[in-house]
């Protein structure tokens, strides 16, 4: 599954789901690198 975490506040960094960590933050996957950071939540859409 593709998450998208923040890894600064101008950066953001967008793979595949390799786990969650015990702080709430998540690991994502590109390439053969690995990306830790807070979870980027989906914006709600207007009804």
Do not use: H, N, W
């Not at 975490?5 to 690991?27: E, M, P, W, Y």
């Amino acid at each position: 599954m593709l998450r998208t975490v923040a890894v600064s506040s101008c950066i953001s960094v967008q793979g595949l789901f390799v786990r969650a960590l015990s702080d709430g933050k998540i690991v994502v996957q590109v390439d053969d690198k690995t990306y830790v950071g807070l979870p980027v939540e989906p914006m709600r859409r207007a009804s």
